[in-house]
Each structure stands twice: as structure tokens, then as C-alpha cells.
């Protein structure tokens, strides 16, 4: 018998695929309407699934081959935890850094709130630190 927790880990594996495969639309089936993202910087919550599916398309435009490595995911009631590998290509601009053609990769602490068989909320944490010194011409030392 599948347990909650179990369910709903399945359901994270789902999105991370249909957002490596770029299937933008299947990965906005998976939230609920009145979706949260708690984002690292920002003093308030985003709510709806248009905001989810406009930073996705920011990450895939500057980076369209990026690959998704879940490297551990567990899941205790509602919530799940998941470690994550972020790796592609600077082919696009991102915020202010127009594409350099170099590789990237960074990772991500993210929890997940799920209700039902969707994904409620998300506080995601990926190291935006390293990303960007992979990226800007001044904080990589070139």
C-alpha cells in the first residue's frame, strides 16, 4: 500500500520531470490555484501558478538543457524535502547577465506543501551565490 508520503514524493519526481522535459503546462496541472512560492529575498510570499510558470520560463530561457538531479527527497505528512542538483547551459540572459555560453551548476534545499494531489507551496533555497559567480564576468574572476 502507498503511504502519503510516498504519493506525494511521486508527484514532486513528476514535476521535476515535466520541468526538465520544458512541459511548462503539465508542470502548472501539478499546483493548486492558489498556489505560494516563499522565495529567499523577497519580504512576501508569490501566490498563483502564472508566477510559478514565469520564473520557470526565466531558468529555461537562460538555460534551456538544464538537467535536474534529485540527490535525496523524503516526505513526512504533507511536506516533502528535496536536495537538488541544478546543472545546463548560459544560453540566455539571466537577470542582468546576458548568455556566456559557459556550464553551470548549483543546488537547491526546497520543501514542498502538498494538498490533495497538488503542490501547495513551495520555500525553495538554491545557491544563487554560486550561480551567479559562475555566470558574472566580475564575480568569476574573469
Request: charged content about 20%.
Amino acid at each position: 500500500m502507498t503511504t502519503i508520503a510516498e504519493k506525494n514524493m511521486t508527484l514532486l519526481r513528476t514535476a521535476y520531470q515535466s520541468l526538465e522535459s520544458g512541459d511548462l503546462d503539465a508542470c502548472v496541472q501539478l499546483l493548486t490555484e492558489d498556489f505560494t512560492a516563499n522565495v529567499p529575498g523577497l519580504p512576501d510570499p508569490l501566490h498563483g501558478r502564472e508566477v510559478w510558470r514565469q520564473g520557470a520560463q526565466a531558468m529555461l530561457t537562460a538555460f534551456p538543457d538544464l538537467r535536474i538531479d534529485v540527490q535525496d527527497m523524503f516526505g513526512v505528512a504533507d511536506k516533502v524535502t528535496v536536495l537538488v542538483h541544478f546543472h545546463g547551459t548560459h544560453q540566455g540572459a539571466f537577470q542582468q547577465f546576458e548568455a556566456t555560453g559557459r556550464r553551470v551548476a548549483y543546488r537547491s534545499i526546497e520543501v514542498y506543501r502538498i494538498e490533495g494531489d497538488r503542490i501547495a507551496e513551495e520555500w525553495v533555497a538554491p545557491d544563487m551565490l554560486s550561480l551567479m559567480q559562475q555566470i558574472a564576468p566580475a564575480l568569476a574572476g574573469h
